[in-house]
């Protein structure tokens, strides 16, 4: 079993439509990130966060540390959104990552 | 501009080739990973470097090996590999190599193994 769990694994929308995409994880952390991964491979940082509520633009990231949950929210979806969209989390000791398989976000026009 | 470049970005190659791979950072990190990911699956961590010295690896097969000969470059040497090692590979950096810290990723070098 992965220690961290995203859903869904994939998604469609229409443009405008406001999309949330759901992490769940089993470990304790220092920080959870998400990431964009656009077709070809490259992986950008979209938000790093311990606890509480992040925005950036349209999108907002929310985690809950109780509830071993964060969500991240597109608002007025495009299609330039789409993309896989990773969750990773950084557990308390050590150096690595633990990753989710990732949702694939498709916004048609 | 991610300031994490990757050559070269595509590589096919047969089982008994050996082939390098070469990541720089240009954002003055201490840290830098290797990644694979393979289709369908999560991101796996393969090795970790901090100030030069390899501080992670994971189990990753020797046919894989490693080379960081200064903070700024790392390499991914290949040799003998297998079809399923056929996956892209990832390099990251990072300010400091604890998860607390965003990692900064390259474009990604498609391997494939034929």
């Known amino acids: 079993k992965n220690e961290v769990e995203q859903s869904p694994q994939n998604l469609t929308a229409q443009e405008g439509e406001f999309i949330t995409i759901n992490c769940s994880y089993s470990v304790g952390i220092s920080a959870l990130h998400w990431l964009q991964q656009h077709p070809g491979g490259g992986i950008v940082s979209l938000f790093m966060l311990s606890s509480g509520k992040k925005k950036h633009g349209r999108l907002i990231a929310t985690i809950n540390i109780q509830e071993k949950h964060s969500s991240l929210h597109i608002t007025a979806s495009h299609p330039r959104d789409s993309a896989v969209y990773i969750c990773?989390?950084?557990?308390?000791?050590?150096?690595?990552?633990?990753f989710g398989t990732g949702t694939s976000l498709t916004v048609i026009p | 501009e991610t300031g994490v470049t990757q050559t070269p970005r595509h590589l096919v190659m047969g089982m008994t080739n050996k082939k390098s791979l070469k990541c720089e950072q240009h954002l003055g990190h201490n840290a830098m990973y290797w990644y694979k990911q393979s289709a369908k699956k999560p991101l796996e961590l393969m090795f970790v470097?901090?100030?030069?010295?390899?501080?992670e690896n994971n189990s990753v097969p020797s046919r894989f090996s490693p080379e960081c000969p200064n903070s700024s470059h790392l390499f991914l040497h290949l040799h003998t590999l297998q079809p399923e090692d056929s996956a892209l590979y990832l390099c990251?950096?990072?300010?400091?190599?604890?998860?607390?810290?965003?990692?900064?990723f390259g474009p990604g070098t498609r391997l494939t193994v034929t």
């Open positions: 470097y901090s100030l030069e010295e390899r501080v």
């Open positions: 990773a989390v950084g557990p308390f000791t050590g150096n690595q990552f633990y």
């Open positions: 990251a950096s990072s300010r400091e190599p604890y998860s607390s810290y965003e990692q900064y």
